[in-house]
């Protein structure tokens, strides 16, 4: 789970410049647990040179909880290209890989500091941290098969702090390691409206989707006959790719929809990237199929 305020990160660490070569690890790769704010600009832009040192304050101030990184738009034609940057300066925030906000032109102060709040907020870091060893506690028991005793120490965490993200998304995957998804769904409708689009719930909420795809997965031997039979059956290799997760195999799962995005990105209004971006949510930010898989996807949105 985020770290709030991330005190003990160097101010000096937190805004770097970065090259077009660094963007993928910097921004795409780097905004995986910490959102990303990236700063285009060029030497010649004035407003660049107001907004960039308040920008840089206000990044600073959230103490790690976000990072700014600096791209010279001069030296970095083929990422604004495909960013479709049309004018400077221009600001866009990643969070998991993906822009989540952005802004064009000179802002004042509040408005910057509004910005970059919105930031930290859509990445979880307003949640309550009073409590994390108690969650540390509940997530190592649902690790470990001990759903009931984990449901239990979540709802008492919940009894002590309503609102805490962490231990609402607990109870939720809690509920769908205990196969009661009725009663994981109802948990997850009834979170508070400050918590409801906070990461934790956002994974358990792919989590519950991936648990009722599980219901109906077909056998993998005669899916995979099937589109070994026929390459080209994307609906096969798809629901391939989900009986794969449903079997336990995601690193399985995550190629056979990377192979359905590779042949026809926009196949049944994009279901390829849209169930990608499921199972990224359902795993840890950090994980290694997490990391790799949004690698390759970027590389091919951005190729």
Not at 113 to 126: C, I, L, N, T, W
Not at 155 to 181: F, K, S, T
Not at 215 to 221: L, M, R, Y
Request: hydrophobic share 45%; glycine share 8%.
């Amino acid at each position: 789970m985020l770290e709030l305020g991330g005190g003990q990160q160097a101010a000096d660490n937190l805004v770097k410049d970065i090259s077009e070569a660094e963007f993928m690890a910097e921004v795409v790769d780097g905004s995986a647990e910490t959102p990303v704010i990236v700063d285009f600009w060029a030497p010649w832009c004035g407003p660049c040179k107001t907004l960039g040192p308040m920008l840089e304050d206000a990044v600073k101030a959230a103490k790690g909880a976000v990072r700014m990184v600096k791209v010279n738009v001069d030296e970095a034609q083929n990422i604004a290209g495909q960013l479709q940057i049309q004018s400077i300066p221009t600001v866009y925030a990643f969070y998991k890989g993906q822009p989540v906000d952005g802004f064009q032109g000179a802002q004042p102060q509040s408005e910057i500091k509004a910005f970059v709040d919105r930031v930290v907020q859509a990445s979880g870091g307003d949640a309550s941290g009073g409590l994390d060893d108690a969650v540390a506690a509940a997530e190592e028991m649902l690790e470990q098969g001990a759903a009931v005793d984990a449901a239990q120490t979540f709802a008492a965490i919940l009894g002590e702090e309503p609102a805490h993200a962490g231990a609402y998304g607990g109870l939720v995957r809690a509920h769908i390691a205990m196969d009661d998804l009725d009663q994981a769904e109802a948990i997850l409708n009834g979170a508070p409206v400050e918590i409801s689009k906070a990461p934790e719930l956002e994974a358990a909420h792919a989590q519950l989707q991936l648990a009722r795809q599980a219901a109906d997965a077909g056998p993998i031997t005669e899916l995979t006959a099937k589109v070994e039979a026929d390459p080209a059956d994307l609906q096969a290799r798809f629901d391939l790719a989900q009986a794969m997760y449903a079997a336990g195999d995601a690193e399985g799962a995550v190629e056979q929809l990377l192979d359905i995005f590779r042949r026809d990105r926009e196949w049944n209004d994009g279901a390829a990237k849209t169930q990608l971006f499921t199972i990224f949510d359902a795993l840890k930010a950090n994980d290694p199929l997490v990391l790799n898989g949004r690698r390759k996807l970027s590389s091919m949105i951005f190729a």
